[in-house]
Nanobody, 121 residues
Framework: VQLQASGGGLVQAGGSLRLSCAASGGTFRSYSVGWFRQAPGKEREFVAGVSWSGGITYYGDSVKGRFTISRDSAKNTVYLQMNSLNPEDTAVYYC???????????????WGQGTLVTVSS
């Protein structure tokens, strides 16, 4: 499975962005997908995840109520809608695929290349 993350950019605080994770190869539909982020000097942080069916979603505490993850199986794409962004959301965002529905990055088998989100104050 190959993953391509896109949609990052510069946005003002309070604004919104939608990230996309497009998959190719393999049996993507059988994988759960997670979004992680890593800010400079910080550890990688779980952001959101969606089950292979799309029926179960789960979020990190810092983004609950602001971010929404979804998947379009027909397009082999997972989205992360990010609203009410603040400067603390600035990071490189990665999507990853796993056979497990997990918040642990070690449980993910395939990773995209990352897309940078910068939120200005």
């Amino acid at each position: 499975v190959q993953l391509q993350a896109s949609g990052g950019g510069l946005v003002q605080a309070g604004g919104s962005l939608r990230l996309s994770c497009a998959a190719s190869g393999g049996t993507f539909r059988s994988y759960s997908v997670g979004w992680f982020r890593q800010a400079p000097g910080k550890e990688r942080e779980f952001v959101a995840g969606v089950s292979w069916s799309g029926g179960i979603t789960y979020y990190g505490d810092s983004v609950k109520g602001r971010f929404t993850i979804s998947r379009d199986s027909a397009k082999n794409t997972v989205y992360l809608q990010m609203n009410s962004l603040n400067p603390e959301d600035t990071a490189v965002y990665y999507c990853a695929a796993s056979k497990l529905a997990t918040r642990n990055s070690y449980g993910y088998d395939f990773w995209g290349q990352g897309t940078l989100v910068t939120v200005s104050s």
